[in-house]
């Protein structure tokens, strides 16, 4: 049987220095360096490995999602730092680009410099 006391998930970028300048001076992130890549301690207690992949090929998904409280304040902290937000088709955005509707919590999708789909959303 597979154990999931230590499972964590990952993806990859392809400048590794980037990525933690990014991960820890932008979103806030505790970020480690590790001989294979970077860890994204997150504050919930999990973990999210970072790897460095020369034929990167970014992910045109989300993969990881922040929780928030405001969504609206985080949006406009991240477009402080120079964050641009990511339009949909088919999503309702606003002007700061938060979808907002009866299916789902509030949320906004931005992306990383390797060009990885991140998301801010409302706690539940």
Same mark, same amino acid.
């Given at each position: 049987?597979?154990?999931?006391?230590?499972?964590?998930?990952?993806?990859?970028?392809?400048?590794?220095?980037?990525?933690?300048?990014?991960?820890?001076?932008?979103?806030?992130?505790?970020?480690?360096? #590790?001989?294979?890549?970077?860890?994204?301690?997150?504050?919930?207690?999990?973990?999210?490995?970072?790897?460095?992949? &020369?034929?990167?090929?970014?992910?045109?998904? #989300?993969?990881?999602?922040?929780?928030?409280?405001?969504?609206?304040?985080?949006?406009?902290?991240?477009?402080?730092?120079?964050?641009?937000?990511?339009?949909?088709?088919?999503?309702?955005? =606003? =002007? &700061?680009?938060?979808?907002?509707?009866?299916?789902?919590?509030?949320?906004?999708?931005?992306?990383?410099?390797?060009?990885?789909?991140?998301?801010?959303?409302?706690?539940?």
């Amino acid at each position: 049987m597979v154990s999931t006391t230590n499972a964590f998930s990952s993806f990859s970028v392809n400048d590794l220095d980037a990525a933690r300048a990014f991960y820890a001076d932008v979103v806030g992130v505790e970020v480690d360096q #590790t001989p294979m890549g970077l860890d994204l301690r997150l504050g919930s207690g999990g973990h999210v490995f970072v790897y460095p992949r &020369k034929n990167h090929v970014a992910a045109s998904f #989300t993969v990881l999602n922040f929780g928030v409280d405001d969504v609206e304040a985080a949006v406009d902290e991240l477009v402080a730092k120079g964050v641009e937000f990511e339009r949909y088709v088919g999503f309702d955005q =606003d =002007d &700061k680009g938060i979808a907002r509707g009866p299916e789902g919590p509030a949320i906004a999708w931005f992306k990383d410099p390797a060009r990885n789909v991140l998301a801010i959303l409302s706690n539940p």
